[in-house]
T-cell receptor, first 117, second 110 residues
Framework: DTGVSQNPRHKITKRGQNVTFRCDPI?????LYWYRQTLGQGPEFLTY????????KSRLLSDRFSAERPKGSFSTLEIQRTEQGDSAMYLC???????????????FGAGSRLTVL | GEDVEQSLFLSVREGDSSVINCTYT??????LYWYKQEPGAGLQLLTY?????DMKQDQRLTVLLNKKDKHLSLRIADTQTGDSAIYFC??????????FGTGTSLTVIP
């Protein structure tokens, strides 16, 4: 297993276009997370899946954003009608369920950088 | 529990100790975490501490937790140039949604 894989690593698009990012988590991890990171800031939570179920969504996730994890393995994050404010690094992370009182240890991918012109 | 604060920059000389500080707001977080991010890379877990502990040591890393003041610190002993990176503390009140600080950029001067 090579860790959490994200594609593409970089995407440049024009305002108004749709973009899709893919995340392949560590195979035995049933939890998958999407975060957004802008320059000089820490990652901000977007959404979280346990298997194929999307269990939490941030208020940051507008109607233009949609995430799926159809078979409980890889996930996609689609942004429709991109705006310049969507320019950021989109990070995916995965984890396995912690034991009772255990820590939830996230393994992050290298991220997908989006630039909207 | 969404305000996690860190100082933005820290500069130390190689071989000295680095101390990175963090304040958080949600006392219900069971664990508190430190992550490291190198340029162009994702975040890498360094260590975490159970909220009932005051201190945790892991090789060159020492985490101190003052739960009363909601203050967390990360001490790196014998800092090396390879430690230059951005360090994030994070809290997780629900165990799922993580709140990260703005990150402290550590520069190690040879």
């Amino acid at each position: 297993d090579t860790g959490v894989s994200q594609n593409p690593r970089h995407k440049i698009t024009k305002r108004g276009q749709n973009v899709t990012f893919r995340c392949d988590p560590i195979s035995e991890h049933n939890r998958l997370y999407w975060y957004r990171q802008t320059l000089g800031q820490g990652p901000e939570f977007l959404t979280y899946f346990q298997n194929e179920a999307q269990l939490e969504k941030s208020r940051l996730l507008s109607d233009r954003f949609s995430a799926e994890r159809p078979k409980g393995s890889f996930s996609t994050l689609e942004i429709q009608r991109t705006e310049q404010g969507d320019s950021a690094m989109y990070l995916c992370a995965s984890s396995s369920p912690p034991g009772v009182f255990g820590a939830n240890v996230l393994t992050f991918g290298a991220g997908s950088r989006l630039t909207v012109l | 529990g969404e305000d996690v604060e860190q100082s933005l920059f820290l500069s130390v000389r190689e071989g000295d100790s680095s101390v990175i500080n963090c304040t958080y707001t949600d006392s219900s977080s069971t664990y508190l975490y430190w992550y490291k991010q190198e340029p162009g890379a994702g975040l890498q877990l360094l260590t975490y501490i159970f909220s009932n502990m005051d201190m945790k040591q892991d090789q060159r890393l020492t985490v101190l937790l003052n739960k009363k003041d909601k203050h967390l610190s990360l001490r790196i002993a014998d800092t090396q140039t390879g430690d230059s990176a951005i360090y994030f503390c994070a809290e997780s009140p629900t165990g799922n949604q993580f709140y990260f600080g703005t990150g402290t950029s550590l520069t190690v001067i040879p």
